[in-house]
């Protein structure tokens, strides 16, 4: 049974991560420029001047972050920024989505039409100081995770209702034509943010569900865990054992009723895997 960890309502909450050297939480409310966690000492958020909806791990107190316009690091205690490479930069319709880093060390992003325009965005990587644009006339770039060992990635369009797989070379590039992994259009469903156990299986969050699918290696459904939150936006393993699954959720549009847009968490009976960290 899923229960509330974080009672603050996102407009669109996205991209937890699990710091592995940390063991603590971080998520974004993308549409209110937040990053957000929870300390010891209990909440605690910082606010940017774009809008900022993924990272990745570069040491104990630095974390990768994906914004509008750029890649930039951030030093969580003492909030210095520092520009890594442009994002769609000189393009005021696009933003920033779904992310990870890669079992390489690389750091897959998405973008996206702030208004969801057809075929605005698109998926990249960055590694080792190049980045390089994967697949274009994305519309909602999402589902970006890995299986362990690296050489295969998973990655959506959410309005195309399709999770694809794509095969990796050695140092993390794709390798060959992306084929369907799950098609979720037979039951009307949406996949959001995803990512992989220590099993190879993908959990995916479905927006408008309420809910979080875990899918086998050959794309058969295995099971079901429901939030409160309508808008299951994506999952992260944390906790002891990474055997805790959160779930962030969006209440834009919504009544803030206590169950929309808050975090969840949920024990499981399946490890994760720890995020990778990511190497400029």
């Known amino acids: 049974m899923s229960e509330v960890y974080d009672t603050r309502a996102c407009r669109l909450g996205e991209g937890p991560l699990w710091h592995p050297l940390r063991r603590q939480l971080f998520w974004f409310d993308i549409l209110e ?9 209990g909440p605690h958020e910082w606010t940017f001047p774009e809008l900022v909806s993924a990272a990745g791990w570069l040491s104990e107190d630095v974390l990768l972050i994906a914004s509008e316009t750029q890649l ?3 030093d969580l205690d ?9 994002l769609e930069a000189n393009n005021p319709v696009t933003r920033s989505n779904d992310g990870r880093a890669d079992p390489m060390g690389g750091f897959w992003i998405g973008t996206m039409g ?10 990249y990587r960055y590694y080792k100081g190049e980045l390089r644009q994967l697949y274009g006339e994305i519309t909602v770039s999402n589902s970006i995770c890995f299986a362990p060992g690296g050489r295969l990635a998973y990655w959506s369009d959410t309005v195309t209702q399709k999770i694809m797989k794509t095969p990796l070379d050695a140092e993390g590039w794709p390798a060959g034509e ?7 259009a037979t039951e009307g469903l949406y996949p959001d943010g995803s990512l992989v156990d220590s099993e190879g299986a993908l959990w995916n969050a479905q927006w408008g569900a309420g809910r979080v699918v875990r899918y086998l290696p050959d794309g058969s459904a295995d099971k079901v865990i429901e939030v409160g939150g309508e808008k299951s936006t994506c999952p ?5 054992g990474l055997t805790t699954l959160y779930v962030t959720t969006a209440c834009g549009g919504m009544t803030k009723d206590g169950k929309q847009g808050v975090t969840y968490e949920v024990p499981v009976d399946v490890a994760g ?3 990778p960290q990511v190497i400029l």
């Open 236 to 240: 992260a393993f944390g906790g002891e």
């Open 72 to 74: 930039f690091t951030f």
């Open 178 to 184: 992306a084929e369907v992994f799950v098609d979720l």
């Open 33 to 41: 420029a937040r990053l957000l966690t929870q300390t010891k000492e």
């Open 273 to 275: 895997l720890p995020e």
């Open 78 to 86: 003492t909030g210095v920024r520092e520009h890594i490479a442009p």
């Open 114 to 123: 702030k208004k969801e325009e057809k075929g605005a965005g698109a998926i």
